[in-house]
């Protein structure tokens, strides 16, 4: 009986630890579970070394590895590692991660360690899986390039390479000589970029000792500091006096621009000029790595705005005596690819020296010049040492025997640091071999036929006859033709930079803008198989009839203009939507519109609806300013109650989602007869 007894206690005692254990356990795994939520919704915000220091504990104790390898390795990359990403892309397939991106990211991880066999078999799988076209042109081109980088390795500059006395663990790049001083990018500031777990990027200037030993790093300039900001990568004009530099990924929700733009200061006394943004960047993408051409004429600089080749290209625009630039104009498929194209600089001779992974290279960024042989763009690697299997950029020339690089590669001091270059005086004309062949951005005896086959078309996809339609090739006005039965118009011929404009116009429809570019369209050289290739593109333009209470929104091609929080003025990238308006109403003068704001759910509901009015109010006063007359526009605000998603009072969202409800929209409410 006592030997029951104690068998009984023993039980109940068991029973408890086990109880105890599966309860530890079953709080272990759920707070390992609120751990990967808290890391994914860090991740949703871009603080992508917040994310490694988060998930990093998690992969290493096993948890859910197809998805905490995954994004440990889509940090290193977006946030310019992607060399330590190779490993977790790895796992994460191993492991079960179904992503077929995975296997693209994880050959260009593969090609930044110098693992060329792995980058070109994930590169093989993954066209085997229906990738998307963007991605499929770029690995199919990777591919292409892969089987250069033998020869490529062989190829030699004879130039001396040294790593400046004034680099640390810190991020150094994007030399700039101006006088006796050396200008460059460091990460110094107090606040920490939550994207890569360094300070915030700023200029700092520098005597020089020699040209390989900094002085004393000091603060380029008190007005180009803005706290919590990155700025760096400085273009100066010939004679010193303005600078354009690149500022953005503040992180702060009331940007009026969220990624990278342009800005320019100008000399004023001994300090310079309040920074102001450049019109020609553009406030939705990524506009930096400015460069000035040899006579100051013409502003060089990368983008991944709408319409280019693909990642970041590379753009030039002319600037007048006034001072002002002209409209950005891509350089074409000879120097910018499907990948990124970045950090141009001009020499005196005229030549371009830029960064590349798109052409054939080592691994990350390599260094290429591009020059003109009469009507032909030769494009050449810079060869070893100036590359490396790292990212090799920021190349400026102080003359034409020496001059600076930035480069991540193994034996510097921890993040991007700059080098010190020099050629030996017997060649001063070109201080690389060429020993492997270059890289000509052109085809011998390939030819692309490019024609464009215009329908005009209904909402509902029907053809429309009849239509009067007027073209502009180029700026210049040509014949202006009709649609016939199909819809269509007579078949063009198109150039490899052509732009046309179209006008069209029919009773009882609204007149229709629209604009076939050729930008990013032409087909890489590299990639045609036929001596003769025809390419017909096919346009369609969308006219509708005019009826009250339509949306036009969607039509033609106008985006919601998107507010700040608690703000009610027009924001940089809304005033481009408003122009598309005001052309609207400049071409259907019979029309009469109704601008509808609305507020995200934060905030009372009289507060927001007296701010949605002030909103549209202020979207008004924008259009009248410029010629409209304001009986033809009516701003009403409608608070907080036309959410177009769950974010109402009580449910936690993403300050994008409540974004997306602090917004004008556009109906038309009145069509008088002409």
């Known amino acids: 009986m006592k030997y029951a007894k104690q068998k009984s206690t023993l039980r109940l005692i068991i029973n408890s630890f086990l109880g105890i254990s599966f309860a530890l356990c079953l709080l272990a795994c759920q707070g390992d579970e609120f751990k990967l939520k808290k890391a994914l919704n860090s991740f949703d915000k871009g603080e992508y070394e917040l994310v490694i220091q988060q998930l990093k504990p998690l992969a290493e104790k096993g948890y859910q590895l197809d998805q905490t390898s995954?994004?440990?390795?889509?940090?290193?990359?977006?946030?310019?590692?992607?060399s330590s990403a190779l490993p977790y892309y790895q796992t994460a397939l191993s492991k079960g991660n179904t992503d077929n991106t995975i296997r693209f990211n994880m050959a260009f991880a593969a090609k930044a360690t110098g693992n060329y066999t792995l980058a070109q078999s994930a590169l093989k799988d993954f066209l085997q899986n229906k990738p998307s076209k963007s991605l499929k042109l770029k690995a199919e081109i990777e591919l292409e390039n892969l089987p250069q980088v033998s020869e490529l390795q062989k190829k030699t500059s004879p130039v001396g390479v040294q790593s400046i006395q004034g680099n640390t663990p810190m991020a150094e790049f994007s030399a700039r000589k101006l006088g006796d001083e050396l200008i460059i990018t460091s990460s110094r500031k107090q606040s920490i970029y939550k994207n890569n777990g360094l300070p915030y990027l700023g200029l700092y200037k520098s005597s020089l000792k020699s040209p390989v030993e900094l002085g004393t790093l000091?603060?380029?300039?008190?007005?180009?500091?803005?706290?919590?900001?990155?700025?760096?990568?400085?273009?100066?004009?010939?004679?010193?006096?303005?600078v354009v530099f690149a500022r953005g990924n503040t992180g702060k929700n009331k940007d009026l621009s969220p990624d990278v733009d342009l800005y320019i200061s100008r000399r004023n006394g001994n300090d310079w000029s309040v920074p102001e943004r450049l019109a020609i960047s553009d406030s939705i993408a990524w506009d930096g790595s400015p460069a000035f051409s040899s006579d100051g004429k013409t502003l060089y600089f990368s983008s991944n705005r709408r319409g280019g080749k693909g990642g970041l290209d590379i753009y030039r625009s002319p600037m007048d005596n006034s001072g002002r630039f002209g409209r950005p104009i891509n350089l074409g498929s000879a120097i910018n690819t499907p990948g990124d194209e970045i950090f141009p600089f001009v020499s005196e001779d005229g030549k371009l020296y830029f960064s590349s992974d798109g052409h054939p290279s080592l691994g990350g960024l390599d260094l290429f010049v591009a020059s003109r042989n009469e009507n032909e763009i030769i494009i050449?690697?810079?060869?070893?040492?100036?590359?490396?299997?790292?990212?090799?950029?920021?190349?400026?020339?102080?003359?034409?025997?020496?001059?600076?690089?930035?480069?991540?590669?193994?034996?510097?001091?921890?993040?991007?640091?700059?080098?010190?270059?020099?050629?030996?005086?017997?060649?001063?004309?070109?201080?690389?071999?060429?020993?492997?062949?270059?890289?000509?951005?052109?085809?011998?005896?390939?030819?692309?036929?490019?024609?464009?086959?215009?329908?005009?078309?209904?909402?509902?996809?029907?053809?429309?006859?009849?239509?009067?339609?007027?073209?502009?090739?180029?700026?210049?006005?040509?014949?202006?033709?009709?649609?016939?039965?199909?819809?269509?118009?007579?078949?063009?011929?198109?150039?490899?930079?052509?732009?046309?404009?179209?006008?069209?116009?029919?009773?009882?429809?609204?007149?229709?803008?629209?604009?076939?570019?050729?930008?990013?369209?032409?087909?890489?050289?590299?990639?045609?198989?036929?001596?003769?290739t025809d390419t017909t593109f096919v346009w369609q333009i969308v006219m509708d009839k005019a009826e009250v209470g339509k949306e036009i929104t969607q039509l033609y091609q106008i985006n919601p203009i998107y507010y700040n929080l608690d703000r009610a003025e027009i924001r940089n990238d809304a005033s481009e939507e408003l122009e598309k308006i005001v052309q609207f109403l400049r071409d259907n003068t019979n029309v009469s519109i109704e601008l509808g704001s609305h507020t995200d759910s934060r905030g009372s509901v009289p507060y927001n609806q007296k701010l949605s009015q002030r909103r549209a109010e202020s979207a008004v006063r924008y259009i009248v300013l410029r010629g409209i007359d304001q009986k033809r526009i009516k701003a009403k605000g409608y608070g907080e109650s036309q959410l177009v998603n769950e974010c109402a009072d009580g449910v936690e969202c993403s300050e994008e989602m409540h974004q997306q409800n602090r917004r004008t929209e556009f109906k038309i409410t009145e069509i008088k007869a002409e």
């Open 380 to 532: 050449e690697h810079l060869g070893v040492p100036m590359n490396s299997i790292s990212d090799d950029f920021g190349i400026s020339l102080v003359d034409s025997l020496s001059g600076y690089f930035s480069s991540n590669r193994a034996g510097g001091k921890g993040d991007d640091d700059i080098y010190y270059f020099k050629s030996p005086a017997s060649n001063p004309e070109r201080w690389w071999t060429n020993e492997a062949p270059p890289v000509v951005a052109a085809t011998e005896n390939k030819i692309v036929q490019y024609f464009l086959q215009t329908e005009i078309i209904d909402p509902s996809g029907k053809p429309i006859d009849s239509v009067k339609v007027s073209i502009r090739r180029n700026g210049q006005s040509i014949d202006p033709g009709y649609s016939n039965k199909k819809g269509r118009l007579e078949i063009m011929d198109l150039g490899e930079n052509d732009q046309i404009d179209f006008v069209c116009e029919k009773e009882d429809y609204l007149i229709k803008r629209s604009t076939f570019s050729m930008e990013g369209r032409e087909i890489p050289a590299r990639l045609l198989k036929k001596e003769i």
């Open 218 to 242: 000091n603060l380029f300039s008190p007005m180009i500091d803005k706290e919590n900001a990155n700025e760096g990568t400085p273009a100066f004009s010939k004679d010193g006096n303005t």
């Open 70 to 82: 995954y994004f440990i390795a889509e940090s290193y990359r977006l946030s310019n590692r992607i």
